[in-house]
Each structure stands twice: as structure tokens, then as C-alpha cells.
């Protein structure tokens, strides 16, 4: 009772934030302290903001970065869904980078997952993105690419989907660069 007592509390005090706010960085405080809090009202607060900022497209991308932030179970389904935006363009290097990068670089559960979904769904992203915008393409793979940090069993799967994405014939050399010095950097340690 003491918890969800406290989890009220917390719900209110960041609601009233939100509304309360009149510059983005109150907003984005705000919604970063639901999301953190894993609060029901995240969801809630992230429709509110959509709703007044969805025909601003660099604002947007602030939303899209928190979706793909989250803390949640089902992750690769939301970013699912949420590329589906009509804001979302798989063209526009700032969506991309702000809904892709964002999970990438800052989703240390979701990427991370032990099951290695998280780097099967960023290297099947890449191998689309190499074939058109192979710079950005090149810089979300970046964190594929420092296995060498991480545990043998994580090190295994994210080189797994490095291999997959050398042997891509065709692949853009920006990637491939980046790709194979992370693959010969095993067989120099070895």
C-alpha cells in the first residue's frame, strides 16, 4: 500500500510538471521522470505531447528517442509500431537516428537482451539502411562494434550479427570498414 501510496504521489508530481510546463526542457524532465519511474502515466503523457508536437518533425524526434528508450519488455514490438508513425520516414537520417540510434546507443536492456534480440533487430535494420544511407547506416553500427566491452556471451551474439552483416554482398563500405576492423580486432586478441 506504502508503494502505490508513493507511485501516486510521484504520478501527480509529474503530471502536474508536465502541464505546468512552458519550455521543452520542463516537458522532456518530465516525461524522462515517467519513463524512468516506469509509471502507467508515461504512456499517457507521451499521446499529450505527440498530440501538440506532431507537426514539429525535429521536436518529434525528441518523442521518438524517448520510445525508444523504454525500458519494456516488449521493445522491438513498440519500435515496431512506432516506425509506423506517419512522422517516421526511414529516409529522414534524424528519425532514423533519433528512433534506431536512440535504441542503439541508449537502450541498454532492450539491445542488450540476453536472447541477442536486440542486436538481430538493429544488424536486420542496418542491412535495409546500408542500401540507401550508408553514413548513418555506419553510425548506428557503432555499438555492434564494441563487443570487446561486454561479457563472452554477449561478445558472441553481437559478433554473430557482425558476421552476418560482412558477408552482405554489396555492403556499403562505410559499413563494411567499420564492420570488419571489429571482426579483425578478435583475431589480433586472440
Keep these: 500500500l506504502k ?3 508513493i507511485q501516486s504521489s510521484s504520478s501527480s508530481l509529474i503530471a502536474n510538471h508536465f502541464d505546468a510546463s512552458d519550455n521543452m526542457t520542463d516537458t522532456l524532465g518530465a ?3 515517467a519513463q524512468t519511474c516506469s509509471l502507467s502515466l508515461f504512456d499517457e503523457l ?3 505531447f505527440e ?10 524526434d525528441k518523442w521518438f528517442g524517448l520510445q525508444a528508450t523504454c525500458d519494456r ?3 522491438l514490438a513498440q519500435i515496431q509500431l512506432v516506425s509506423g508513425h506517419p512522422m517516421f520516414t526511414g529516409e529522414n537520417p534524424n528519425r532514423v537516428r533519433a528512433l534506431i540510434g536512440s535504441f542503439a546507443f ?5 539491445f542488450h537482451h540476453p536472447s541477442g534480440s536486440g542486436y538481430k533487430f538493429v544488424a536486420d535494420y542496418l542491412m535495409k539502411l546500408d542500401k540507401t544511407n550508408p553514413q548513418v547506416a555506419a553510425r548506428i553500427v557503432t555499438p555492434l562494434t564494441q563487443w570487446q566491452r561486454f561479457a563472452p556471451e554477449f561478445q558472441t551474439l553481437m559478433k554473430q550479427q ?5 558477408e552482405i554482398p554489396g555492403l556499403s563500405k562505410d559499413v ?3 564492420v570488419s576492423k571489429s571482426l579483425s580486432y578478435e583475431h589480433k586478441s586472440e
Excluded at 51 to 60: K, P
Design 106 to 110: 541508449h537502450n541498454t536492456s532492450g
Design 73 to 75: 519488455e516488449d521493445i
Design 31 to 33: 516525461l524522462k521522470a
Design 162 to 166: 557482425l558476421t552476418r552483416l560482412s
Design 176 to 178: 563494411y570498414e567499420k
Design 46 to 48: 507521451m499521446t499529450k
Design 3 to 5: 508503494l502505490l501510496a
Design 51 to 60: 498530440h501538440q508536437w506532431r507537426n514539429d518533425a525535429l521536436v518529434m
